[in-house]
């Protein structure tokens, strides 16, 4: 019985041939962690099936407009609360989501994504990537971004 060749070859993407699409999400009505979670694949680039390489950064930009208008399941409003420690002794600061939507919705949508991306060096670069507007105004018009429905 004869041998054949081994013809099979794997191609692997390199980090030069990346394209970065421009994607836009309506935050209207929308549960807050279902945002967020959808936002960090198209940040990291998970969507792109065949060409995903997990160690090359493959993301995208993604705007989220009307981040006022997220909306928080059950009683999220009343009891979920957004840490900071500032390094001082007695530095752990506390403030309520709702109180923080009410005066910064971006803030809450960065650390709920933010919570989404993996814990490697790569959660800046992709957090970098992603532009929150409060309304539906937003000044990336030019680059033509596909409107996503969550």
Not at 71 to 96: A, F, I, M
Not at 105 to 118: D, H, T
Request: a positive charge; proline letters at 5%; zero cysteines.
């Amino acid at each position: 019985m004869q041998q054949r060749p081994m013809n099979n070859k794997t191609t692997w993407k390199s980090a030069k041939k990346v394209t970065r699409d421009w994607y836009e999400f309506d935050a209207t009505g929308i549960p807050l962690g279902r945002l967020a979670g959808a936002v960090a694949k198209y940040l990291i680039g998970k969507m792109k099936n065949v060409d995903f390489v997990p160690n090359l950064d493959m993301g995208n930009f993604v705007i989220v407009i009307n981040a006022a208008a997220a909306k928080l399941t059950g009683q999220k409003e009343s009891y979920v609360e957004l840490n900071h420690y500032t390094g001082y002794p007695s530095g752990l600061r506390k403030e309520k989501i709702s109180e923080l939507m009410k005066k910064n919705p971006a803030k809450v949508i960065v650390s709920a994504v933010k919570g989404m991306l993996p814990d490697n060096k790569m959660k800046d670069t992709f957090l970098s990537r992603l532009h929150i507007f409060v309304d539906a105004n937003h000044p990336h018009e030019a680059q033509k971004p596909t409107k996503i429905t969550v």
